[in-house]
Structure formats: structure tokens, C-alpha cells
């Protein structure tokens, strides 16, 4: 963040304001219908996938994340429902953030997914490189280098957000053979202008990342102030795919309450 700066990209994102408290039509606390206070950790949102919240710890604070009403709750849940379900080929590790578990715990969890015949991929979602790089340490690395194969998709919505430690760290992934992807949150004020976004895209392909999504803001309570129009994200996306190789394009997504998949916009 640079300092000094109340509009900083960076800071915009977990600075909290007054106006996440004004009621708006439309933005609820379970916007993509997850189901708030539910003991249930293992959710059948996506067909032959099935996603752990397998921790409410997370690095940061962000204003805008669509689980920011869930409550705070110990990882308590059991592979048994996995395990009964042939039809789950892809296990998602979610939360809060899977990296927040220790490295004895997320070894435990990753060995029992490895056990079930019919679990071919692990995905691990996080944020965890961007706000503690040193999270990816040489323990991390052999603990992820044990399971095959693991897919790993990085939560990032700004190129400041990449510096050179960033960066190192995420290379040593792609080093390690873990195939690494990023998702993004298409947010007013942080990213909504092409030239940020292209530097964004071009910086993560650079690292042997790929984009892999830019989500339409899901519309949870208090986060209003950063939605953009999808009319306005179709023409980013439009101006992303002139200047850009199709593989550093993401796909410009929404969730939609029901729908088995990311449903496209553009």
C-alpha cells in the first residue's frame, strides 16, 4: 500500500467505511446461497466437485468476499460424505483460506482425500501468497509436491499486489509442477480500468500463471461501493482480448444461486 494514499488499490480492499452499512436492494448476506450458520463444511455446489470450507481463518479481511457474514467456526467436519460419493471426482479446498490450516493439518487433510480412490484432483484456493508470502515455505512446497495432482488457483485483483517476493513464491510453485491459476474480482476503484487489469494479466502470465476467472462481484451486504456494471465488465473483457494472447484473457463470470457452473457474461 503506498502510504499516505486514502485511494490506494490495495488498501480499498480491507479498508472498512460507513457505507458498508447502508442497506442496498439486492445485496444479502448469503448471496450465493450457501446457506449462513449451517454445520454443514463440505458443500455439492458443482457437478462431480465437492468444496471443504475447511477453515473460517483467513489472512485478510476483505470488504467485498461473499462469505464475510458467515460465522466464525471450528473445522469440524468428516471425508465419510466424500468417501459415499463415487460421482466426486474433484475435491476444493475453501474457507476462509485452506492455507491458514497448519502444515501438519493440511497434510492430514490432503493424505485422507488421497486415500478415496475416486478423488483424481485436489484444488486449492487462496489469497495466503499474496498477503503472507512466506506462507509458501519449503515445508509447504514438500507437503504440496507429495500429492498429485493439485491444481492451485490464486486469489489476486490487483498488479500491486505481485511484488518480487509474491512472485518468487508463486514461481516455486509452478517450479514444483503444481499448474497455478488465478481468479479475480472485478471491483470499482481497485481494478476497473484496462490498463490495470491487462498489467495484471500480463504480470501472472509472465509468472507462468494463468487467468483463470474474473468474477462480477457477488452482491453481499456492504459491498455495494465496488460493484460494476456487467456492461462495463464486457467492455474490459472486450478491450483484455485485443491486446492480449487468448490464454492471458480470464473469463468473465458470475455465480448465480442454483446454477451448477460459473455462468459466462462476455
Not at 457505507?19 to 455439492?44: K, M, W
Not at 455446489?45 to 473460517?56: C, D, E, N, V
Not at 451486504?221 to 462495463?232: A, D, I, L, Q, Y
Request: aromatic share 6%; hydrophobic share 40%; glycine share 6%.
Amino acid at each position: 500500500m503506498e502510504h499516505g494514499n486514502p485511494n490506494d488499490p490495495l488498501l480499498l480492499q480491507v479498508l472498512p467505511q460507513n457505507i458498508e452499512l447502508q442497506p442496498v436492494v439486492g445485496f444479502t448476506t448469503d448471496p450465493v446461497g450457501e446457506g449462513i450458520g449451517s454445520s454443514n463444511r463440505i458443500l455439492r455446489k458443482y457437478s462431480g466437485r465437492a468444496l471443504i470450507l475447511a477453515t473460517s481463518d483467513c489472512g485478510v479481511n476483505c470488504r467485498f468476499c461473499f462469505r464475510r457474514h458467515f460465522p466464525r467456526q471450528e473445522p469440524n467436519f468428516s471425508l465419510d460424505s466424500i468417501r459415499e460419493a463415487t460421482d466426486i471426482h474433484e475435491v476444493i479446498l475453501s474457507g476462509g483460506d485452506p492455507l491458514c490450516l497448519s502444515n501438519r493439518e493440511l497434510l492430514e487433510l490432503l493424505h485422507g482425500l488421497s486415500l478415496i480412490s475416486h478423488v483424481r484432483r485436489i484444488r486449492i484456493h487462496s489469497r495466503l501468497p499474496i498477503v503472507d508470502p512466506s506462507r509458501v515455505d519449503a515445508e509447504l512446497l514438500d507437503i504440496l509436491g507429495t500429492f498429485c495432482p493439485i491444481y492451485f488457483v490464486l486469489h489476486v485483483n490487483h498488479p500491486n499486489e505481485l511484488d518480487e517476493e509474491v512472485l518468487e513464491r508463486i514461481e516455486s510453485l509452478v517450479d514444483l509442477g503444481v499448474p497455478v491459476l488465478s481468479q479475480t474480482v472485478l471491483l470499482h476503484g481497485v481494478n476497473d480500468a484496462l490498463e490495470v487489469l491487462q498489467r495484471l494479466f500480463e504480470k501472472l502470465v509472465d509468472s507462468r500463471v494463468f487467468p483463470y476467472y474474473l468474477h462480477q462481484l457477488d452482491r453481499v451486504s456492504g459491498s455495494s461501493h465496488f460493484e460494476v456494471s456487467p456492461e462495463v465488465g464486457c467492455s474490459l473483457v472486450e478491450g483484455l482480448r485485443d491486446r492480449l494472447p487468448g490464454y492471458a484473457a480470464p473469463r468473465y463470470v458470475r455465480e448465480i444461486v442454483g446454477c451448477t457452473y460459473k455462468v459466462p457474461l462476455f
